[in-house]
């Protein structure tokens, strides 16, 4: 009975109509304890109205070795974004 | 609280265990030098990893440390309201030493390691933790001094490269602010009270002002890892620049109070409008980080008592956890 207790990581929506945002992380024995360990660091200032918590070890993340590879998709289609399309001059709205 | 030049001296960087190719460095600097943020995942040379290990775990300790001093006077808080002040603010310590140490631990180093180091003596925390808090004027002098000092040097600290660390001080930041207005409105309470007030004032000034200098780490010609550090963004201003700040931003304060600030070579050099000040002592710098200081031992005892006495709880929050985890299953 002498392990770590599980780390956790901690999301906080700062207020109602913006989203969960990654605040820091907290080591706790269960989920309940998480969210209290959270609310005492993160939130001592009414910085939020929410709370996640999700074990550390159940997030998977891209590799940050990999990122070009996996981004890579998305680098060559410009023709996404508005700027690569013409508007002539005098056209208005669009 | 606080985060001090503690390794520059005498500290040698051993070789990398694993190989690390000239490219992979040069593409490394190459991402500093564009201040770009490394984050936790990302390729780091291991001496940048070890560095900021050293740094943030030594910086959380700190903050936990630092505790015991305020906490001395939590119970004899001249009121109600100073005492709730007083609570959030060692309250806000110990939150900027999770903070910190759940930033150390996105480079690979357990929490527990970290404790286990502190009270093996092996990981050091800010040398102004070792003084004795005597009166409680010294709350005064330590969140308008100690706490100012830690902001001086902890803003800079928002724009490290390594991201974590970076966020971490951001938050840190915002909440130090009370803290130093806390302690210079007590100051203030005391120079506007009775002539054994102002004494009491002016006695905690005296015995806080060269450790609170103390506080930026060795001189720049004895730091010896600084210029690594600056490279890499870690550092952005040298000990003395940010120690000169300090004194700059500190002396009309204490002017203000109408204190004296104990140094008798103080003076204000109108050309370039900054305060020169005295020899600091660094011997007493280095006795007090070797060990020596009036409070080091009653430190290191008072921690390694509240681990041990807060022993069972962690075991019985598992036990229990365990136990429901059981019974759902």
Redesign the interface.
């Known amino acids: 009975?002498?392990?770590?207790?599980p780390?956790y990581e901690v999301f906080i929506r700062s207020r109602s109509g913006l989203s969960h945002k990654h605040?820091?992380?907290?080591?706790a024995?269960?989920d309940q304890?998480a969210l209290d360990h959270a609310r005492?660091?993160?939130t001592?200032?009414m910085e939020g109205v929410s709370l996640w918590v999700v074990r550390s070890d159940q997030i998977v993340?891209s590799?940050?070795?990999e990122t070009s590879a996996f981004f890579e998709p998305a680098e060559d289609k410009i023709y996404r974004h508005p700027t690569f399309y013409e508007v002539p001059d005098g056209v208005e709205n669009l | 609280m606080y985060t001090q030049g503690l390794d520059q001296k005498g500290q040698t960087s051993k070789p990398a265990a694993v190989e690390e190719s000239a490219e992979q460095l040069a593409a490394f600097q190459a991402r500093i030098d564009a201040e770009e943020k490394i984050e936790a995942k990302d390729w780091m040379p291991e001496a940048y990893r070890r560095t900021l290990v050293r740094q943030i775990s030594q910086h959380a300790h700190s903050e936990i440390i630092g505790m015991q001093p305020e906490g001395n006077w939590l119970t004899r808080a001249p009121s109600l309201k100073r005492k709730a002040i007083l609570l959030a603010k060692v309250q806000d310590e110990a939150g900027h030493g999770l903070y910190l140490y759940s930033a150390a631990e996105t480079l690979g180093v357990s929490r527990d390691q970290m404790v286990a180091d502190l009270l093996a003596g092996k990981a050091k925390y800010s040398s102004i933790f070792n003084y004795p808090t005597l009166t409680w004027a010294d709350i005064g002098a330590i969140g308008w001094l100690v706490d100012g000092a830690a902001i001086m040097n902890q803003i800079p600290l928002c724009r490290c490269s390594y991201g974590p660390y970076a966020r971490a001080m951001v938050r840190i930041c915002k909440e130090e602010s009370f803290h130093q207005r806390q302690g210079f409105e007590i100051m203030l309470e005391l120079t506007r009270g009775s002539d054994e007030q102002k004494a009491m004032a002016q006695d905690a000034l005296t015995r806080w002002w060269w450790p609170s200098l103390m506080m930026f780490g060795p001189s720049d010609k004895d730091s010896k890892h600084s210029a690594q550090s600056m490279a890499w963004k870690i550092k952005r201003f040298s000990n003395d620049e940010l120690r000169q700040k300090f004194v700059d931003v500190t002396v009309p304060q204490a002017e203000f109070l109408g204190l004296k600030v104990p140094d008798d070579d103080l003076e204000l050099d109108e050309a370039s409008g900054h305060y020169r000040y005295g020899d600091i002592d660094w011997q007493e710098f280095y006795d007090v980080l070797a060990g020596n200081g009036p409070c080091n031992r009653q430190r290191m005892a008072k921690r390694q008592g509240a681990h041990d006495d807060g022993a069972w709880v962690r075991e019985a929050a598992q036990a229990y956890a365990a136990k429901q985890a059981a019974k759902a299953a």
Do not use: C, F, I, Q
């Not at chain 1, 009975?1 to 207790?5: A, G, L």
């Not at chain 1, 605040?23 to 080591?27: D, F, K, L, P, T």
């Open positions: 009975m002498n392990k770590e207790w780390l605040a820091g992380s907290v080591h024995a269960d304890m005492d660091t993160y001592r200032r993340a590799d940050p070795a």
